[in-house]
């Protein structure tokens, strides 16, 4: 890597990245308004449609596992590009499916090339000052978190005025128009020496290593798992008795979330002068609260926007904490250290749907919401655990 490139000064090119990570990520989220509509146009049960959310997030931790990694060995300016490229492949399968099986199949692999995103995050991280490295990972998470909740809103737009199948339509043409920006402005940096099954062995040395990388990564899996049972259970409470609200609405409801999202770039800011304890402690409390609020969502449309604004602030705090924290744990290796803290966030995700899912068939919302409780409180042990680390590290 080159000792004096700082990506930082470019803002254009930030920008581009920071949308291509919303892009990305957005891809695993378009069906989450839809279901009702989906199930219509399919004649499906609408648990079958919501297990598309499921599906995308284990395509996306299994492509975290095995693509991502691959990130330190190759020429990134070429390899960042070819990923966006597959997952508009997958974009289009999903707008031409006639069945909720090609659904299923473009979704996989839209969400699996997707990750796309997790490449330029450490890409990043190496081509700026490492001063400014929390305000770059701020930036474009929230780049991205922006894009997971507006890709909710406009699928619910583009299915109320047209069709459901016009989201993937357009992120898949968006998706190739941004590969072809960043193929010509990626800076080239050097990678590692190292063959395919050296990155799988090194990984399993970094968990070993590193314990502070296997909490953190747990912390994030619990707390992203919380998250994602309202990905998995929004349709099905709005769009039901009391509410009966169309795909656009369910969709728009999502647009109160970008406010937490964009506080990811201030978060970062403070992440940098090392507060990243405190900030997880503040996301914590947030995405307690958050679940207080969505218990009485049940009945107040109200009620349930505030918790769902809550919970996306909540899951910024802690998800730019933990970047904050194992993007500096081994400078040499931050593809293989953000393959394994989000394999292990997607893992969550995808636990999350189908928990989700399966709380909402055996106890509704209200177990839903118990079943969300339970994983913030998971994700406090660790966060303690990961306090004891510190404390027992600088004592010995």
């Known amino acids: 890597m080159q000792k004096d490139l700082d990506i930082s000064q470019d803002k254009a090119l930030l920008w581009l990245m920071a949308i ?31 297990l598309t959310v499921t599906f995308a997030q284990v395509a996306y931790a299994l492509g975290l596992l095995f693509i991502v990694p691959i990130g330190d060995i190759v020429n990134k300016t070429k390899f960042i590009p070819l990923l966006m490229l597959l997952a508009s492949v997958g974009l289009f399968i999903s707008a031409l499916s006639n069945n909720i099986y090609l659904l299923w199949f473009g979704t996989i692999v839209a969400s699996l090339f997707s990750v796309a995103a997790q490449v330029l995050i450490p890409f990043a991280t190496m081509a700026v000052k490492a001063e400014k490295t929390g305000q770059v990972i701020g930036f474009l998470m929230s780049g991205l978190l922006v894009g997971i909740l507006l890709s909710t809103s406009i699928a619910g737009v583009l299915s109320e005025l047209w069709h459901w199948k016009m989201i993937y339509v357009l992120s898949g043409s968006l998706m190739l128009v941004l590969a072809f920006l960043l193929k010509s402005r990626l800076p080239y940096l050097l990678r ?24 953190r990564s747990l912390i994030g899996g619990c707390c992203f798992a919380a998250m994602s049972i309202l990905f998995s259970t929004i349709a099905l409470l709005l769009t039901q008795k009391p509410f009966y609200l169309s795909d656009i609405w369910v969709g728009l409801i999502t647009l109160v979330g970008v406010f937490g999202a964009l506080s990811s770039s201030y978060l970062g800011r403070f992440a940098d002068r090392g507060r990243t ?46 970047q904050g924290i194992v993007f500096r744990l081994r400078p040499d290796a931050k593809s293989r250290i953000n393959s394994i803290y989000m394999t292990t966030y997607f893992i969550g995700g995808a636990c999350g749907s189908a928990l989700g899912v399966f709380s909402w068939q055996h106890g509704g919302w209200y177990m839903s919401c118990l079943a969300g409780l339970v994983l ?3 994700a406090a042990l660790f966060a303690l655990l990961d306090q004891h680390y510190i404390k027992f590290r600088h004592s010995a």
């Open 192 to 215: 590692l020496n190292l063959s395919y099954l050296d990155i799988f062995r090194s990984m399993g040395s970094l968990l070993q290593q590193e314990p502070r990388l296997v909490l």
């Open 20 to 50: 291509a990570c919303g892009l990305c990520a957005g891809t695993n989220y378009y069906c989450q308004p839809l279901v009702s509509s989906i199930q219509a146009y399919f004649q499906v049960p609408e648990s079958q449609v919501a």
């Open 277 to 322: 304890q405190l900030l997880t402690l503040l996301g914590l409390t947030t995405l307690a609260s958050s679940w207080a609020l969505l218990y009485g969502g049940a009945v107040s449309l109200l009620s349930y926007i505030l918790g769902y604004a809550l919970i996306n602030l909540g899951l910024a705090m802690v998800h730019t904490a933990n």
């Open 376 to 378: 913030v409180g998971c």
